[in-house]
């Protein structure tokens, strides 16, 4: 879990808080998951910060935020990983 929170303080400098804070409960829930992935079962898994509406919110915005986090993402290289 920590590996993965290491990889989101990387787009620190490219999302806004918000998007980050979101992404960071949807990254911890999809990884607590077992089964079907939806987003009824990601609010149930998320706990606070990560309501079905948020969940809505986050999937919900615009193409430019993943642009830049792939950006960013493609940046690093695997050993950093």
């Known amino acids: 879990m920590t590996d993965i929170m ?3 303080a990387c787009l620190n400098q490219s999302l806004h808080p918000t998007a980050l804070r979101q992404l960071t409960v949807v990254a911890q829930a999809l990884l607590a998951m077992t089964g079907r992935v ?7 898994w998320a706990g606070k910060g990560g309501s079905y509406r948020t969940l809505q919110r986050f999937f919900n915005t615009t193409s430019n935020r993943s642009a ?3 950006y960013t993402l493609s940046g690093l290289t695997v050993s950093e990983m």
Do not use: A, E, W
């Open 68 to 70: 830049k986090s792939q």
């Open 6 to 8: 290491m990889v989101l």
């Open 38 to 44: 939806t987003m009824l079962g990601l609010s149930r």
